[in-house]
């Protein structure tokens, strides 16, 4: 297993790095979370530059990239809290079809998002915020040669302005109640109810998506609803949950800047704060953290790639240690900055907001280390 970025990778973060630079200033964040503005202009930037079509198989009509190249790009979103669809497209509801749609169904919507034309999320959470499948309550009941979908899913990001939902539900049927009998289906937002909800992070929007009676024909079924399609969600879902890994990543490590850069500039007793002891105890401890949820978000990233018998373990160990991180850097981002640190003009809290959020999503560290126990069998 390659361990080092290759010329190309630093290359595409080089490339990523400056346009991030030049369209997506903290400006446009606030704009986003004070105004409720759209970055249209940021996604047609990206759709241009081919950035979701970055893991989109060529055959689809994408670049054939891996998760390892993903991940260099999500890490710089992350590190300018870019505001879009990009993540929930390329990250949510791209994987889900990739893992279990047929090649027909993937040429039609991972065609799609490759050439900017649609965008999606993926409604698997619910209440309970269980990641596992085969927990979930929603339900899909046969219809002719399609499925009735109910229920209501929980913290969905960019449902309000996506294009195609996938939605993962049970399989009611006549064995065990259609426990464990897992299908996923990509539904039009306008076919569902999408609720806002008041987000801790309002650089992005999360909603809850109530499904009563919609109904979904088969050319929208990905796959046969049974144990196979519950391992494709799981596979899509380590996805999903490595990406928020390294976007927590890219912001808590401009968490670690920012805040070093005032340590250096604000003084106490004449000198400035950062020659501190207790400071540089602060900062060696939120580097560690830092470093430890970096090093295993990209172990994370090349398992999947790579396909390798540890990417689930992998998967949770990294979204443990991102969630540490996010906690710690949080915690002491604002400490260092003291009384501005809670300011509203200061832009230490949308990063924070980012983090904290991202903790959540996909599981947070607490699952994911009981996921990691039960991975290894203790």
Known sequence: MHLEFTAEQDELRDGVRAMLARECPIALVREVVEKGAQPDALWAQMVELGWPALTVPEQAGGLGMGEVELAVVVEELGRVLAPGPFVPTVTQFAPVVAEAGSPEQQARFLGAVAAGEITGTLALVE???????????STASPDGDGYVLDGTKAAVLEAATADEIAVVARHRGTDDDGRGVVGAFVVPRGDVRVDPVDALDASRSLARVKLDGVRVGADRVLGEPGPATAAAVGRAVEVAATALAVETVGAAQ???????????????????????????????DMLVALERA??????????????DDRRSLAASIAKAAAGDCAALLAKEGIQIHGGIGYTWEHDMHLYVRRVKSNALLFGDARQHRARVADLIGL
Do not use: C, M, W
């Open 127 to 137: 209440e309970n915020g269980s990641i596992d499948a085969t927990r979930i309550s």
């Open 254 to 284: 401009e968490i670690f800047d920012i805040s070093v850069a005032y340590a250096k500039q604000r003084e106490q007793f004449g000198v400035p704060i950062g020659s501190f002891q207790a400071i540089k105890h602060k900062f060696a």
């Open 294 to 307: 970096r090093a295993t978000s990209y172990f994370a990233a090349l398992t999947i790639a790579e396909d």
